[in-house]
């Protein structure tokens, strides 16, 4: 075998290897394939292990599919009352269709970014800069609807705008500072007067209580003393009814019986009266003489 076909078979060799490695393409997940055949679009390639036609057609484009951040560059923006704040934004999109990202607009990245700065000044520049401080989510809202219906025909959706910062001029930042200083200490004068209202409220109301309680106290041991003394003299007066009525009685009749000796020598009381007792002659008269002897 000569040396020219030697040369033939390796040429051959090599031009195969070759073609077999510009045939066989890998697109990887999360990813499409762009395929041009003498410059022009043929196909898109789905994820996985392809075959084509080498020298003829070829790989232009891998399209990322899955959802991308593009941060805006922060940029200067005149507010409605003539104040210039730094703006900072990101946008966040993911490719809807691969081809018309790549052939509908030539470069996708500048594209959006210059559309959401020119997007930014004019919403920003209808508000006041109060208003762009407090209403971050209408400006996120106002950008994300114009953005995504600006990116429909490139093959964009955009899920949301988020502005990440808004930055007045120092002099403007240092009055608010220190108006929201003066604020919160208005709030915390406020704040303490109230706990020290709130405190007094509660030590009245706790005096209150204790006075009642005390009053209260006071008034049961005045009735249960009333109570007591009462049932003190309804067992005297049981008593004195029980033990004393007959011994009330025999004294005022001493005291009659008296009243009658002052002015009578003689007094004639009965063997059964209760004055015998009295007056201790009850032995005396149990001393009566025998029939048939003369007394002295």
């Not at 090599?14 to 990887?28: D, P, R």
């Not at 730094?86 to 790549?102: C, F, I, L, Q, S």
């Not at 007591?228 to 005291?255: P, W």
């Amino acid at each position: 075998m000569g040396a020219g076909v030697i040369v033939v078979i390796v040429i051959l060799a090599l031009v195969f290897i070759i073609a077999l490695a510009k045939a066989v393409t890998i697109i990887h997940q999360a990813e499409k394939g762009l395929i041009e055949r003498f410059g022009r679009y043929k196909e898109t390639l789905e994820p996985g292990l392809r075959i084509i036609m080498p020298f003829v057609d070829s790989l232009v484009s891998r399209i990322d599919m899955r959802e991308t951040v593009l941060d805006i560059q922060p940029q200067p923006v005149i507010t409605r009352d003539n104040v210039t704040v730094t703006v900072d934004a990101v946008v966040y999109y993911y490719v809807t269709d691969a081809k018309a990202v790549r052939y509908e607009v030539a470069n996708f990245y500048v594209a959006v970014s210059k559309l959401a700065q020119t997007n930014l000044r004019n919403v920003i520049g209808e508000m006041s800069l109060d208003e762009c401080l407090t209403s971050r989510e209408r400006i996120n809202a106002a950008l994300r609807e114009t953005l995504d219906e600006a990116t429909d025909k490139w093959g964009v959706k955009v899920t949301r705008v988020e502005v990440k910062e808004i930055e007045p001029p120092h002099d403007i930042s240092d009055a608010m500072s220190k108006q929201m200083k003066a604020e919160r200490e208005k709030r915390a004068v406020i704040l303490e007067a109230e706990a020290y209202r709130q405190k007094q409220i509660l030590e009245a109301e706790g005096d209150k209580q204790n006075a009642i309680l005390l009053a209260e106290g006071d008034r049961q041991a005045a009735i249960l003393r009333a109570e007591g003394e009462a049932q003190a003299i309804e067992n005297v007066s049981v008593a004195a009814d029980k033990y004393f009525i007959g011994n009330a009685q025999v004294l005022k009749q001493l005291e009659v019986t008296q009243a009658a000796l002052q002015d009578n020598s003689k007094l004639i009381v009965s063997d059964q009266s209760k004055l015998v007792n009295v007056l201790g002659l009850s032995e005396a008269l149990s001393q009566k003489p025998s029939p048939g002897k003369k007394a002295d």
